[in-house]
C-alpha cells in the first residue's frame, strides 16, 4: 500500500490567480512544483530562451570550443562518438549539424550496444584513427573512458569529452576524488567545482550548449539555422533520458515541442506520420512514449546509427519507409520487453525474492537491449533498486534503475571490484560482469543497502483535496499550463474521500482497463482505470467481502473509496466532458 502525501506550501493562491489570471487551484499547483513568489511562477508560466544558462559557465567549454575551433580552422578532421540510445543519437545529431555548419570535417561512430557496449571503446578509438581522425569529440559518454582517451592520444589524436554522467571516483579515508580523462576539455555539469546553475542536464542539452558556445565565436547564418532547430533534438533527448523537467530543461522542452508542431527535419517528420503523431498535440510524453522508444528500438535490437542518419536525410519518402520500419522494430521491442518482465516475475516468486531491498534479476535468456525496460517495470511495481541481468557473448550485462533513496552509482562503486564496466548516475546504471559474480552481487548489494521499510513504501504526494463536482474544463485548460510534465514537474494530483462507486464495466481489447460510474456530492462522474482491473476486484473483495466486484459489474453494487485522480477532458462528437483517471484507491 502506498503512502500518501498532501503537498501543503503557504501561499496567497487568489492573489496568485488574479495576477497571473488562473484558477486558483492552479495557482496551488504550481507553488507546489517550487514557485515561490508570483514573479517565479510568472517565469514557470511563460519562461523563454532567454532564461537559458551561459554555456561557458560549464567546466571547460571555454577550452572545448578553442579545440573545436583550432579543428575547424586547420582542416582537422572531427569525429563524434555518441551512445546508442536516445540522448546518445540526439547529441551527436546536435555536433554533427553544429560542426558541420561552422565548417568542420566531421564524422560519427555510433556504437553497436551488442558488439560494442556502451560509450567510446578502443575499437572505435582505433577505426578513427585509421580514418585519419585528428580530433574526437565525445557526447553522452567518455567521461569514464580514461583509458580510450590515453588510447587517442597515443594514436596521435586530441580528445574533447562532453558528458552528463557521474565523474568516477576513488575513495580515501572518506575522500572521494575524481578520475577525470585526460584531454583537451572535460565538459560535464557533475564536476568538482562546477558553477552550473543547473546539474540536471542530459547529454543533448550538453552538447546543445556547445553548439550555443560555438555560436557564440562564428557570425554564421547557418550555424545560427542549426541552432534553432537543434532545440527539438536537445528535447528530445531531455524527455526521453527522463531529467527532471524544471529550471532550463523546461523552457526547452516546451520551446522543441512547439517547433517540432511545423519541424523540417524529413526524419522527425517521418517519425511522426509512422506513429500519427502529425496534427495532433504534442506533450513530452509524445517523446517519451512515442518517438523516443522508436529511436530506442533501433539501438536495442538493430543499430541507432540508422537513428541518426534518418535524422540527417533530406528524403522525406525514404525517411517515411525507415520511419514504417523502425515502428514495427518497436512493436517487436514492446513484446520481447512483455515477455522479459513476465520471466522475471515468475523468477521472483520462484526464488522468493521479493524480501530483498535490492532485486538483483537473471534473465540469461533475454536479449540484453531490453534489461533496462524491464528492470524500470519491476521498480515500478515493487518499488525497489532493481538489477536486471542478462548473458552476452563475454560474460554477462545489464541494466539498472533505482528509487529516490537509494543512489545506484554511489552504491554501485561500493562494490566496483565485482564489475568489470559499469557506468551511469542516481537513478540509472548499466554495467558488465563476470558470471562468477553474480551471486555475490546480489548478497553485496543486499549488505550494504542502507535501506529502510519506510525506503521501500512509495510515497504518493498528490496537490489537493478537491470534490470531483469543482473540476470544470476551464480549470483543466489552465491545468494544461502546467505542460511539459514529466519528472519532477507531475500533472495535478488531486485527492477526495468517500467516493461512491456504483458500477463497473471493463474497456480495452482484453478487457484490461475499467470504466467506473461514481457519484461525487450528488454530480456523476465517470472515472478511468488504466491501472491493473484484477489487483483492484480483488482489493474491493478484500474491503467489501467476496463477490462485491462482480456485483459493481452488474450494476447492483456500491463501494466508497477514497482516491486520487487526474482531471482530463473527453471530447466525442464536438462536445467536451470532464473525467478523471483514477491513479489510487483505498
Not at 192 to 220: H, N
Not at 438 to 451: F, H, I, P, T, Y
Amino acid at each position: 500500500m502506498e503512502k500518501w502525501i498532501e503537498i501543503r506550501k503557504s501561499g496567497n493562491f487568489a492573489e496568485w490567480g488574479r495576477e497571473l489570471g488562473i484558477d486558483p487551484l492552479c495557482a496551488r499547483v504550481i507553488r507546489n512544483r517550487g514557485a515561490e513568489t508570483v514573479d517565479e511562477a510568472r517565469k514557470y508560466l511563460e519562461g523563454d530562451m532567454s532564461l537559458l544558462h551561459d554555456p561557458f559557465l560549464l567546466p571547460d567549454m571555454d577550452k572545448a570550443v578553442e579545440g573545436l575551433l583550432q579543428a575547424i580552422d586547420n582542416g582537422v578532421k572531427i569525429r563524434v562518438v555518441g551512445d546508442y540510445d536516445v540522448d546518445g543519437v540526439t547529441s551527436t545529431y546536435i555536433l554533427v549539424k553544429g560542426i558541420s555548419a561552422a565548417g568542420g570535417d566531421v564524422s560519427y561512430a555510433i556504437p553497436h550496444r551488442l558488439k560494442d557496449g556502451y560509450g567510446i571503446n578502443d575499437d572505435i578509438v582505433r577505426d578513427a584513427a585509421e580514418a585519419g581522425t585528428g580530433l574526437i569529440i565525445t557526447c553522452d559518454n567518455g567521461i569514464a573512458a580514461a583509458s580510450q582517451v590515453k588510447l587517442a592520444y597515443e594514436l596521435g589524436m586530441k580528445v574533447i569529452v562532453t558528458d552528463h554522467h557521474q565523474v568516477p571516483f576513488t575513495e580515501e579515508d572518506g575522500l572521494k576524488k575524481e578520475i577525470l580523462p585526460q584531454c583537451i576539455a572535460v565538459v560535464d555539469p557533475h564536476r568538482e567545482g562546477s558553477t552550473y546553475p543547473y546539474k540536471g542536464i542530459c547529454g543533448a542539452m550538453v552538447a546543445f550548449k556547445v553548439i550555443m558556445a560555438l555560436r557564440s565565436r562564428i557570425q554564421s547564418e547557418s550555424l545560427a539555422k542549426v541552432l534553432d532547430e537543434a532545440v527539438q533534438f536537445a528535447a528530445l533527448g531531455t524527455a526521453c533520458d527522463v531529467m527532471d523537467l524544471c529550471d532550463e530543461n523546461r523552457i526547452v522542452v516546451r520551446e522543441g515541442l512547439r517547433k517540432m508542431a511545423y519541424t523540417e527535419n524529413k526524419g522527425l517528420k517521418a517519425l511522426m506520420t509512422a506513429n500519427s503523431l502529425t496534427g495532433s498535440k504534442l506533450s513530452a510524453y509524445s517523446l517519451s512514449f512515442v518517438i523516443g522508444p522508436c529511436i530506442n528500438s533501433t539501438g536495442r535490437l538493430e543499430s541507432a546509427s540508422e537513428s541518426v542518419d534518418l535524422l540527417m536525410s533530406d528524403d522525406y519518402e525514404k525517411c517515411l519507409k525507415e520511419a514504417q520500419e523502425i515502428r514495427q522494430l518497436n512493436d517487436l521491442r514492446k513484446n520481447m520487453t512483455t515477455t522479459g518482465v513476465k520471466k522475471a516475475l515468475e523468477i521472483m516468486e520462484t526464488e522468493h525474492m521479493t524480501d530483498n531491498k535490492v532485486l538483483v534479476i537473471y534473465l540469461p535468456d533475454a536479449h540484453e537491449s531490453i534489461a533496462g525496460l524491464v528492470a524500470g517495470k519491476i521498480k515500478e511495481r515493487f518499488n525497489r533498486p532493481v538489477f536486471v541481468v542478462t548473458k552476452g557473448e563475454e560474460g554477462l550485462k545489464g541494466s539498472a534503475r533505482s528509487i529516490p533513496p537509494y543512489n545506484m552509482f554511489e552504491k554501485m562503486n561500493e562494490v566496483k571490484e565485482l564489475f568489470t564496466k559499469f557506468g551511469g548516475h542516481a537513478m540509472a546504471a548499466g554495467f558488465s560482469l563476470e558470471e562468477g559474480n553474480l551471486e555475490d552481487l546480489s548478497v553485496k548489494l543486499n549488505e550494504k543497502a542502507g535501506l529502510t521499510d519506510d525506503d521501500l513504501v512509495k510515497e504518493v504526494r498528490f496537490d489537493a483535496c478537491v470534490p470531483l463536482d469543482y473540476i470544470s474544463t476551464g480549470l483543466i485548460r489552465d491545468l494544461e499550463k502546467l505542460e511539459p510534465i514529466g519528472s519532477a514537474n507531475p500533472g495535478a494530483l488531486f485527492a477526495w474521500k468517500d467516493v461512491e462507486i456504483k458500477s463497473a464495466s471493463r474497456m480495452g481489447k482484453e478487457g484490461q482497463y475499467g470504466r467506473l460510474d461514481a457519484i461525487c456530492n450528488g454530480k456523476k462522474c465517470k472515472l478511468i482505470n488504466f491501472g491493473d482491473m484484477q489487483a483492484f476486484d480483488s482489493y474491493i473483495d478484500s474491503k467489501y467481502g467476496a463477490g462485491t466486484a462482480d456485483k459493481l459489474y452488474a450494476g447492483t453494487g456500491s463501494v466508497k473509496l477514497d482516491i486520487c485522480y487526474e482531471p482530463g477532458i473527453n471530447e466525442f462528437k464536438g462536445n467536451e466532458y470532464v473525467d478523471f483517471k483514477l491513479k489510487y484507491y483505498m
